[in-house]
């Protein structure tokens, strides 16, 4: 939850993990996790109505510019799993938290969270506040 509001963003995703995304051992390579971000977080920005097209068309890039992950459990060739992505904070940067957890069992495997920043695409500088777009899109101002 937000300083400005007690509202929540969240939005997940099923996906069951392919072949090619696992090592010889049938565990995910730990790169792929952020693939799986990725896919929670565009749905997340869907239900928000900002997605990263029209956020090019607003003007402003979204570049991630940290990632934190902690594994405590591996995926496997098979699994099902649900990506959950929650928007942390809003105001001066974008931080998602994500978790992804065994579909069957509940099961907590991996979490983490992206740190993303507009860049205004006139001037290609970083704005130390989120733009108002954002702000409309998440409801927080009218």
Not at 64 to 74: D, H, L, N
Not at 103 to 130: H, I, K, P
């Amino acid at each position: 939850m937000n300083a400005v509001t007690d509202r929540t963003w969240e939005a997940e995703v099923a996906i069951q993990v392919p072949f090619h995304d696992v090592d010889a051992m049938g565990i995910v390579w730990h790169g792929h996790y952020l693939k799986y971000f990725e896919i929670a977080r565009c749905a997340l920005l869907d239900s928000i109505d900002y997605d990263y097209r029209q956020m090019g068309e607003s003007g402003y890039a979204w570049p991630v510019v940290g990632v934190r992950m902690r594994y405590p459990a591996p995926a496997r060739f098979g699994q099902r799993i649900r990506v959950r992505a929650s928007i942390k904070e809003f105001e001066h940067r974008l931080r998602i938290a994500y978790v992804i957890s065994d579909a069957a069992t509940g099961r907590r495997l991996t979490r983490g969270s992206t740190v993303q920043v507009a860049v205004d695409l006139a001037t290609n500088e970083v704005c130390f506040a989120s733009p108002r777009v954002l702000l409309e899109r998440l409801g927080v101002i009218a």
